[in-house]
DNA sequence: GCAAAAGTGTTTGGGTTACACCCATGC
DNA sequence: GCATGGGTGTAACCCAAACACTTTTGC
């Protein structure tokens, strides 16, 4: 319900965090979940790796918050942006007075795994691999685990796998996708059929040329349909 | 994130809101959802109907606060209770002062229509069909729109069915809350057999006496495996 | 020619759908 | 016996997995 009354100096406070998930390669040169987490300048949890956030602003949208968060860290736009879940157990930082208790709506991104080697990193802005997460403030871990069940979920039954790549990409390409979100293999044959099967893609005629096999044919995202 | 700054006077307010399901047998017998709601007292939408909620309170957990809402309007437990969503659009309340601006965070919840019969009903709280709701304040007629999706989706892959029902029950009247909930008639053979192997469901050996025909055999929700 | 990945064809098996049919009770 | 829903059997069909095979490039 939608009260009419004035915030007072005992309502818990409100704030926005984003866990941004982007594909890069790793040593072996294959794709691998990887997320950015700021280090914390101040207590509690000072020193610890957390999710990118801050408050609300009162004049902004909860989704708008989120991606300004996005681009504070990380100078990037989302390639997409789905709210995840609103956080608010009493135990979210233990030891701390209620009176600064803050319940997180989080939101969750994807950004193109082409744009993220653009992204900055500092002293208080860094890459993670998402399987090798160190101990994060607060709940920020069982959140990320959270976003990341999700994220394999939505990616099984909707079309944002895409999402990670440039505007035109081989089938190849969205597999291996796939494959490091999932983290199984699939059947290169399997997997065109039921691509094009549910029209996720659109195929352009032109191939990439310089690989040393048969040149695959590039595609693109269907706008039309679900996501 | 979460932060230790003391909430200002221009932050966004907090507030819970619960969506309360349950099934009810209409003029013909059958089963159709509905849920409670609550007339607004004063502006803004005052006089127009309203899902229940209200502010949180600092010691109170989220999904705490949805249960105590439930509890306030109908005076039942709830069966079954989730969250579905944070909605904070700045439109929400138009005409509204932006410091009036509220965040719901919104709960679903199911209620047994073995005790939904038991409801109080008031000048202030009536229970609607879902399908025939009037103009609701505030972005509601969305929210409810919403749970409704999340309701029938959550249903199909997962076992919360049963939560409309008393613990004793037969899988006819298992298969009537999916048929009313999904709008759509199902094939009693095929259903008996899906819910079976799913091992959703465990007999009791106990048969329902009192039908004008061969007397069924009573179940129970097999509570090991998810939901 | 050889390696490697692109792309196609085919078989198989599991699971759902449709529907026929028997069973047990009240009247 | 008859009506009614409970409960079982079964064939058709669809879809996804497994895997063999052909194609096209670089070297």
Sequence with gaps: MVSSAQSSVIAPNLAVSTVIFTLRPNADGCLKLALPLVKRIRAPFEGQWALPGGPLNIS????????????????????????????GSLDRSPGSNLADRVVSIVYWALVGNDEAGTAVESENVQWFWADELPALAFDHNEIVNYA?????????????????LPELFTLAQLREVYEAVLNRELDPGNFRRTVEAEGAVVPTGERLAGTKHRPPQLYRANQTGEN
């Excluded at 990341?148 to 990670?164: D, G, M, P, T, V």
Aim: without cysteine; charged residues 30%.
């Design 60 to 87: 902004e949208d909860l989704a708008t918050a989120a991606s300004r968060n996005l681009l504070e860290t990380t100078h990037l736009e989302p390639r997409y942006l789905e709210q995840l879940y609103a956080f």
């Design 148 to 164: 990341l069940w999700r994220l394999r979920n939505k990616l099984e039954y909707s079309r944002l796998a895409h999402r990670f």
